[in-house]
């Protein structure tokens, strides 16, 4: 399996990642609802196969499936945990960052992720603004790393605009995620 840096993380990850929005959102390419037994044990099935054939790189969220995803992925990967690099993320919601990851964590099933991102498909400047701003979420991502709940911090964007710069620009983020 190829492999790359992520980021500014210097870990090395698989080059073919795992995304986990078709894990958990009913339907999202096909007739498939993780709630259903047979197609969870698919995708749990898919899963542990991708980690036998190199793949190292995971991702989910909160969001895909009201936490359906996450909750895969904690099956599928428990007892992988050292071959994995797991990510996940957070709403732009100030005021849940803490409580999202710490749900998060509880899923996945591990003490820790390797990666939380602020999940985002465009952001305005007044965005940028609150979160960079001084208690703003990425503060407190930063905060939660010092924790030890995360190892780094990013973002993920659909976007190539001037608030996606100016995140770049501050130089507190170890990866991006970006549409190309």
């Not at 990642?17 to 894990?23: D, L, R």
């Given at each position: 399996m190829e492999t790359t840096q992520l980021g500014s993380t210097?870990?090395?990850v698989s080059r073919?990642?795992?995304?986990?929005?078709?894990?958990?959102?009913a339907h999202y390419l096909e007739d498939y609802d993780p709630s259903?037994?047979?197609?969870?044990?698919?995708?749990?099935?898919?899963?542990?196969?991708?980690?036998?054939?190199?793949?190292?790189?995971?991702?989910?969220?909160?969001?895909?499936?009201?936490?359906?995803?996450?909750?895969i992925y904690g099956e599928a990967l428990e007892g992988a945990r050292e071959d994995v690099f797991v990510a996940t993320k957070v709403s732009r919601d100030v005021e849940s960052v803490r409580e999202s990851l710490e749900t998060s964590l509880e899923l996945l099933r591990v003490d820790h992720v390797d990666l939380v991102q602020i999940h985002g498909n465009s952001y305005?400047?007044?965005?940028?603004?609150?979160?960079?701003?001084?208690?703003?979420?990425?503060?407190?991502?930063?905060?939660l790393k010092e924790e030890g709940?995360?190892?780094?911090?990013?973002?993920t964007s659909e976007d190539n605009n001037a608030a996606v710069f100016r995140f770049i620009d501050s130089g507190r983020f170890d990866v991006m995620q970006i549409s190309y």
């Open positions: 210097g870990v090395q073919l990642g795992f995304g986990g929005a078709p894990a958990g959102l259903r037994d047979t197609d969870r044990e698919g995708v749990v099935a898919a899963i542990k196969q991708a980690v036998e054939l190199g793949v190292t790189y995971f991702d989910t969220a909160p969001g895909y499936g009201g936490g359906a995803g996450e909750s305005t400047s007044d965005q940028a603004d609150e979160i960079l701003a001084d208690g703003g979420i990425l503060e407190q991502l930063e905060q709940l995360t190892r780094y911090v990013g973002f």
